[in-house]
């Protein structure tokens, strides 16, 4: 049986291969990334020489999906390539938690073009060591002014996915991106803003700055970019005059366009604008609507996020409501158990009890996958059921027991440490 550690080698052949060679439409092969099995683990722990051997092997299979590192330029990986890719190879190496004085001493180091391939080993290995965190920020702050924008672009992904929350680094992000405004794309504006939203970072200057170029130039956006700005305003509590008609556009859009994507724009776009607090405009009336023809021919969770949105956006009416929830009834088996709570507590806020949602939430879907549900999702779920009255007695005690049996091997463990 394979162990953390040789996925986590895994991972960082996979990243490697793309700092070799520039991350660009790096965007298949997961799985075969994963099976790289126990040699590649032995071949990490036997030297310099035999990882390099291993990941010889292993990089046409290895250029396997990493969201944050499709952005990144070839140029990137180009300029200053041995000292970069000495950097990388290193980086993937090193521990989570204590990278060493010399790794951090290369990062301090590096020309501007070698810091986004840094940036993405780091994510993949998962380093969250203080000190090099904050010296690949500075490294990145001094960069960012030579970077282009696929790269900058890369490298606040691989900053959220290191959920390194660095203000300096925000500031000069903002920036930089608001006075080159004109070079990055739609996609390029949409994951960079749903990065800094997942960072929590909170800048007025950068969003009105968006959502202005945002709704001076609709044809460069789809509703997907739209959906990801709305997510940042919506992860900052920000509202803004031209959300509305940003939305008002890209709603319009979905309404032509996105019958054939089983839901996944429509959800995305609702989700996030559900966030907000804005007031709806009449075509996310319309878009809700459309949604609510023929729910079945939704994914399973972009029907829950649907169905969660259009409760926070207030609507209460049952012929609306009640075809959704009948259809989500059928596809509980495959929601996250995060949109199980989402949805969950959204029903409990409104106070509308569907029976058949919650009979099989309780008698089967929780009970068969509580494996997957940690305790907060467990808390959550017996908060939103007080809300609504409903009780089971077989349920709660299955959750008394799961939460009596966790908490005692967390104590275990933490004895044993």
Same mark, same amino acid.
């Given at each position: 049986?394979?162990?953390?550690?040789?996925? &986590?080698?895994?991972?960082?052949?996979?990243?490697?291969?793309?700092?070799?060679?520039?991350?660009?439409?790096?965007?298949?092969?997961?799985?075969?990334?994963?099976?790289?099995?126990?040699?590649?683990?032995?071949?990490?722990?036997?030297?310099?020489?035999? *990882?390099?051997?291993? !990941? !010889?092997?292993?990089?046409?299979?290895?250029?396997?999906?990493?969201?944050?590192?499709?952005?990144?330029?070839?140029?990137?990986?180009?300029?200053?390539?041995?000292?970069?890719?000495?950097?990388?190879?290193?980086?993937?190496?090193?521990?989570?938690?204590?990278?060493?004085?010399?790794?951090?001493?290369?990062?301090?180091?590096?020309?501007?073009?070698?810091?986004?391939?840094?940036?993405?080993?780091?994510?993949?290995?998962?380093?969250?060591? /203080?000190?090099? =965190?904050?010296?690949?920020?500075?490294?990145?702050?001094? &960069?960012?002014?030579?970077?282009?924008?696929?790269?900058?672009?890369?490298?606040?992904?691989?900053?959220?996915?290191?959920?390194?929350?660095?203000?300096?680094?925000?500031?000069?992000? &903002?920036?930089?991106?608001?006075?080159?405004?004109?070079?990055?794309?739609?996609?390029?504006?949409?994951?960079?803003?749903? !990065?800094?939203?997942?960072?929590?970072?909170?800048?007025?200057?950068?969003?009105?700055?968006?959502?202005?170029?945002?709704?001076?130039?609709?044809?460069?956006?789809?509703?997907?970019? +739209? #959906?990801?700005?709305?997510?940042?305003?919506?992860?900052?509590?920000?509202?803004?005059?031209?959300? +509305?008609?940003?939305?008002?556009?890209?709603?319009?859009?979905? $309404?032509?366009?996105?019958?054939?994507?089983?839901?996944?724009?429509?959800?995305? +776009?609702?989700?996030?604008?559900?966030?907000?607090?804005?007031?709806? /405009?009449?075509?996310?009336?319309? =878009?809700?609507?459309?949604?609510?023809?023929?729910?079945?021919?939704?994914?399973?969770?972009?029907?829950?996020?649907?169905?969660?949105?259009?409760?926070?956006?207030?609507?209460?009416?049952?012929?609306? $409501?009640?075809?959704?929830?009948?259809? #989500?009834?059928?596809?509980? /088996?495959?929601?996250?158990?995060?949109?199980? *709570?989402?949805?969950?507590?959204?029903?409990?806020?409104?106070?509308?009890?569907?029976?058949?949602? =919650?009979?099989?939430?309780?008698?089967?879907?929780? /009970?068969?996958?509580?494996?997957?549900?940690?305790?907060?999702?467990?808390?959550?779920?017996?908060?939103?059921?007080?809300? $609504?009255?409903?009780?089971?007695?077989?349920?709660?005690? $299955?959750?008394?027991?799961?939460?009596?049996?966790?908490?005692?091997?967390?104590?275990?463990?933490?004895?044993?440490?």
């Amino acid at each position: 049986m394979r162990s953390r550690a040789v996925a &986590a080698t895994v991972r960082r052949l996979a990243a490697a291969s793309e700092a070799l060679a520039g991350g660009v439409g790096a965007r298949a092969g997961a799985a075969a990334a994963a099976s790289g099995g126990s040699l590649l683990a032995t071949a990490s722990r036997a030297g310099g020489s035999s *990882v390099a051997s291993a !990941a !010889a092997a292993a990089l046409p299979a290895a250029a396997c999906l990493q969201p944050w590192a499709g952005f990144a330029s070839a140029a990137a990986t180009r300029s200053g390539h041995s000292v970069a890719q000495k950097a990388s190879w290193r980086v993937l190496a090193a521990s989570q938690d204590n990278v060493g004085p010399d790794v951090i001493e290369a990062v301090s180091q590096l020309e501007p073009a070698g810091v986004p391939s840094v940036a993405r080993a780091a994510a993949v290995t998962g380093i969250h060591d /203080p000190a090099f =965190l904050e010296t690949l920020a500075d490294a990145a702050i001094k &960069a960012m002014p030579h970077l282009s924008a696929a790269d900058i672009c890369s490298v606040v992904e691989s900053f959220s996915d290191l959920d390194c929350y660095n203000i300096e680094f925000k500031d000069a992000t &903002a920036d930089i991106v608001l006075q080159r405004l004109d070079e990055f794309s739609g996609d390029m504006l949409g994951h960079l803003l749903r !990065a800094f939203g997942d960072m929590n970072y909170y800048d007025d200057e950068l969003l009105e700055g968006v959502v202005g170029h945002v709704a001076s130039n609709p044809g460069k956006f789809s509703a997907e970019n +739209i #959906a990801d700005v709305v997510y940042a305003f919506s992860r900052c509590g920000f509202c803004h005059p031209d959300l +509305i008609s940003v939305v008002e556009t890209a709603a319009g859009t979905l $309404l032509k366009e996105a019958a054939a994507d089983r839901g996944y724009a429509i959800a995305n +776009i609702l989700d996030a604008y559900s966030r907000v607090g804005c007031s709806s /405009p009449d075509v996310v009336d319309q =878009l809700i609507a459309k949604a609510a023809e023929d729910p079945s021919s939704f994914d399973a969770n972009c029907l829950a996020k649907v169905t969660t949105a259009v409760i926070k956006l207030g609507y209460s009416d049952e012929d609306l $409501l009640v075809p959704l929830l009948d259809t #989500a009834v059928g596809k509980l /088996p495959e929601f996250t158990p995060k949109a199980v *709570v989402e949805l969950l507590g959204a029903l409990g806020d409104l106070g509308y009890e569907h029976q058949a949602l =919650l009979t099989s939430l309780t008698d089967e879907v929780v /009970p068969s996958r509580m494996a997957e549900f940690s305790l907060d999702h467990l808390t959550d779920v017996v908060e939103a059921m007080n809300k $609504l009255g409903y009780y089971n007695k077989e349920f709660m005690a $299955l959750l008394r027991q799961t939460t009596t049996e966790r908490k005692g091997r967390a104590g275990s463990e933490a004895v044993a440490a």
